[in-house]
């Protein structure tokens, strides 16, 4: 309780959740902050929800070993197999799925339009990953550099070899059959 509001001050976070849990069993489960500044309402815990951000990864690389497990995709497979729109050739080896799991398929990483939440600014995936692709700066498969382009780009292929919505898809194939109905 000293700790975390104090990093909430030094790191400018306007609310968190903090929780721990052993088993099925929580240890402990509190909230901090506001979950809305402007009306003063607090966090809690058990109802604020907050933005996953890159725990999201989490579910795309489930996605993407359930369909191989389908036999609807192969790890090895080049991702232009699987999309409808052309990535610059800039290096002889193409892009493999296992390469945007591994973080290594060589693009730049940007930040920029990755997270929206003016209904204004929101695209489709497909508009996201084909209409301003980062550059192409190192060979695929031979050096880690976080690529959240790379993880959009393998979301859209769920949606592409799945017929439907990732958000669809995550719901339907991993969140519901687990359970898990508080989370989006």
């Avoid at 929800?49 to 497990?69: C, D, H, P, R, V």
């Avoid at 692709?133 to 550099?145: L, T």
């Avoid at 592409?160 to 989006?184: C, D, F, K, N, W």
């Amino acid at each position: 309780d000293q700790t975390v509001p104090a990093l909430m001050e030094e790191h400018h976070i306007v609310g968190a959740v903090v929780g721990a849990a052993d088993s099925s069993k929580i240890l402990f489960l509190r909230g901090y902050g506001s979950a809305d500044l402007e009306s003063g309402t607090p966090v809690d815990p058990h109802e604020t929800l907050f933005m996953a951000g890159s725990i999201t990864k989490l579910l795309t690389w489930t996605a993407i070993m359930q369909l191989e497990e389908q036999g609807r995709l192969r790890l090895d497979d080049p991702v232009e197999d699987y999309v409808d729109f052309d990535i610059p050739d800039s290096f002889d080896q193409p892009i493999r799925i296992i390469d945007l799991m591994n973080h290594t398929p060589g693009f730049e990483d940007r930040l920029v339009g990755l997270m929206v939440q003016e209904e204004r600014y929101r695209t489709t995936l497909r508009q996201s990953v084909s209409r301003d692709i980062p550059r192409r700066v190192r060979p695929p498969g031979q050096e880690v550099s976080y690529s959240n382009y790379g993880t959009m780009l393998a979301g859209y292929i769920v949606e592409r070899i799945s017929g439907m919505a990732y958000e669809e898809y995550v719901e339907r194939q991993i969140l519901g059959p687990l359970g898990m109905h508080r989370s989006t």
